[in-house]
């Protein structure tokens, strides 16, 4: 049991290891000069004689009792005389030792190999007897054999681990062929004969060595796997990341695409309205023309059935004569009739044709926009041109955030720098699709947008939105609160839908000449759309003023 908790403990091995044993020596030497010399056990309420000798104060106390009829006292150490009984002196600062001592002796007794003979009191082991099998403390070892018979060695928790199981003798070989311990009588032995064959203690450093070789080994195989395992968690994190915007993008697509498809719809069924209302026009025109038709034709029913009833044949046949021809040609007013109809009516089947070539077209102009959005594109690395930036919008280290100050900053005047707080992207966007994203301040008026180079640089219509050479995203804090609307050309529409305008995404799709804003932060919703043909390159474009910031991500 002792064994297990000193394994557990890393404190002691099967052999004891070379700290318990510094350990083990020193307590003993301790436990000796605090060991009483009556009584050999550690001090209790110590006294000093007048010689300078200490003992337990009712061991001497004892012992000066049984010297009271001789008429001397004497010192059981140095045998110093005393003509009358010696006054015991209180030693403190040797009973606080020995108090301390004592209070350590149960730490001992759990991880120190003890004298065999103090059977009164633990008392650690410092040497063992291989011949006689037993521990031995410092002032039991002093009255041992010292005869050669009478090996000793260091203390042992089990003997079985340092001797040979065959002849009983200590282990001091090491045998490299057969990897196993020998006593000398083994290293003779037919068995290990021809070996190779080595102290133990060389022995033990070769493993030791081989052993710390094998830990850097280890050490350093550990630490690949630890950055392995970090690269790991890097990746993940990006998955996760990218993940996110993919999310995000996704639903931004199938938003826009929803909403298109509602506006088809719409404008499908107006189509079918129209058409509908075109044709039953076109109709009831018709019908009101045949009535028409159909009452003259009764009209020359009742005549004729008139000059059927006449007797006088005279009168029927001058009719005939003087009346005009049309009149009796009924089979040509057929035709013309009937012509007339075939060219006014529509067939139906037009109408499947037509509303079918306007969804298809539909639904084609859909699926490309499908197609672009699909792409999922990685967002633009956008940073600020500090030589554009106004002179009281303060541009951070990283060109990434634009702050409005109330201290003018002085820069330099050159012609691309505006007046006003204001401030372009170095980077243009010719062609193809791309997006960025901002984050903003939920105080002061913002406007975020894109604009062409060409754009002012001075006056009023240098504010993107108010021009015909930029757009944009606007809010504007009126009335103790945020309204928010869409710029061009000093055209503003406002957005019905309210929003924190915390974080936007700005989508630009160069081509079908599209620029889309978005509202991040939550599920992504659709704001606006511009639809314009881009004839420059265009330029991410921000505006602050009252205490804003506008920081792109990214």
């Not at 000066?64 to 010696?86: A, I």
């Not at 001992?108 to 008392?123: K, L, P, Y």
């Not at 081989?210 to 970090?230: A, F, I, M, P, Y």
């Not at 599920?523 to 920081?551: Q, S």
Request: overall charge neutral; glycine content about 6%; some cysteine.
């Amino acid at each position: 049991m002792r064994h297990e908790f000193f394994k557990e403990k890393g404190t002691f091995n099967f052999t004891c290891g070379s700290a318990v044993k510094l350990s083990i020596m020193a307590s003993a030497g301790l436990q000796e000069e605090l060991s009483c010399s009556i009584c050999l056990n550690i001090y209790t309420d110590p006294v000093t004689l007048r010689c300078g000798h200490n003992f337990c104060r009712v061991c001497i106390g004892c012992a000066l009792d049984t010297q009271e009829g001789s008429g001397v006292y004497t010192c059981p150490d140095c045998r110093e005389t005393f003509q009358k009984r010696p006054i015991l002196y209180r030693s403190i600062a040797l009973r606080n030792i020995a108090d301390h001592f004592h209070s350590t002796q149960t730490e001992q007794t759990e991880t120190g190999i003890f004298c065999t003979h103090c059977t009164q009191s633990s008392v650690p082991a410092v040497k063992f007897c291989l011949l006689c099998k037993v521990s031995l403390c410092h002032k039991h070892l002093r009255v041992h054999s010292k005869s050669a018979e009478h090996a000793l060695t260091d203390p042992i928790t089990f003997l079985e681990n340092k001797q040979c199981s065959i002849h009983k003798k200590i282990l001091e070989y090491y045998c490299t062929e057969d990897k196993a311990c020998i006593c000398v009588t083994c290293s003779l032995a037919r068995d290990h004969k021809g070996h190779s064959v080595e102290p133990l203690d060389g022995a033990f450093e070769k493993k030791k060595h081989k052993l710390r070789q094998l830990r850097e080994k280890l050490t350093s195989k550990r630490e690949e796997t630890e950055k392995g395992v970090q690269n790991l968690q890097v990746h993940r994190r990006e998955v996760q990341e990218k993940a996110a915007g993919v999310t995000d993008r996704v639903a931004a697509l199938f938003n826009n695409t929803r909403k298109q498809l509602e506006r088809l719809e719409k404008t499908t069924q107006s189509e079918i309205s129209s058409w509908e209302k075109n044709i039953s026009l076109s109709v009831s025109n018709l019908i009101q023309q045949l009535e028409m038709k159909k009452d003259g034709l009764y009209s020359k029913i009742l005549y004729i059935d008139e000059l059927c009833n006449l007797k006088d044949a005279i009168s029927v046949l001058q009719e005939q004569e003087s009346d005009s021809g049309d009149f009796w040609n009924a089979k040509d007013g057929e035709n013309a009739d009937r012509e007339g109809h075939d060219n006014k009516v529509l067939d139906v089947s037009d109408l499947d044709k037509g509303i079918s070539e306007a969804l298809h077209s539909g639904l084609s102009e859909i699926i490309k926009g499908v197609k672009r959005g699909i792409n999922l594109l990685e967002p633009a690395d956008i940073v600020l041109d500090i030589n554009t930036a106004g002179n009281y919008i303060h541009i951070s280290d990283d060109l990434k955030t634009a702050t409005q100050l109330q201290l003018n900053q002085n820069r330099s005047e050159i012609k691309d720098r505006f007046q006003c707080n204001q401030v372009l992207s170095t980077r243009s966007f010719a062609s193809g699709q791309h997006y960025w994203e901002v984050e903003t301040s939920r105080s002061g008026n913002l406007r975020v947008g894109m604009c062409y180079p060409s754009i002012d640089r001075k006056g009023y219509q240098a504010w993107i939105g108010d021009n015909k050479k930029s757009w944009c995203l606007r809010r504007w804090h009126n009335n103790d609160s945020n309204q928010y609307s869409v710029m061009h050309d000093s055209k503003v529409t406002q957005l019905p839908t309210k929003f924190s305008f915390p974080k936007l995404r700005v989508y630009l799709d160069y081509e079908a000449g599209q620029l889309s804003f978005y509202e991040l932060g939550g599920p992504v919703r659709h704001l606006y759309t511009f639809n314009a043909t881009f004839t420059e390159p265009l330029h991410a474009a921000l505006c602050i003023w009252r205490d804003g910031f506008i920081k792109i991500c990214g």
